[in-house]
């Protein structure tokens, strides 16, 4: 069964930072493409970045183009997703996905 449990999520204000992971178990972590998505309040999911299994391609969301960027250790099965220059507008739930499933998202809110 596919496990993925993301967490790091938390209140900061515009401009700052944080630093999500997502911890996976229930398969082979380290042969499986990564992706974040996000759902803000009342809204759709909406993709955020794409990572390869062994990490050499990344892709990301215009939103998230210079402010993101997402790695993974494939040793510890974790996936990560380092956020800088956060806004208001970032304000969502964040969920790792493994072709499409979804796990347990963590809160971002972006807030002064």
């Known amino acids: 069964e596919v496990q993925l449990q993301a967490s790091g999520g938390g209140l900061v204000q515009p401009g700052g930072s944080l630093r999500l992971s997502c911890e996976a178990s229930?398969?082979?972590?380290?042969?499986?493409?990564m992706t974040w998505v996000r759902q803000a309040s009342g809204k759709d999911v909406e993709w955020v970045s794409y990572?390869?299994?062994?990490?050499?391609?990344?892709r990301y969301a215009s939103f998230a183009q210079g402010r993101f960027t997402v790695s993974r250790d494939n040793t510890k099965n974790t996936l990560y997703l380092q956020m800088s220059n956060l806004r208001p507008e970032d304000t969502a739930v964040y969920y790792c996905?493994?072709?499409?499933?979804r796990g347990q998202g963590t809160q971002v809110t972006v807030s002064s």
């Open positions: 229930g398969f082979t972590f380290s042969t499986s493409p």
């Open positions: 996905a493994k072709e499409g499933t």
């Open positions: 990572i390869s299994s062994r990490g050499g391609s990344t």
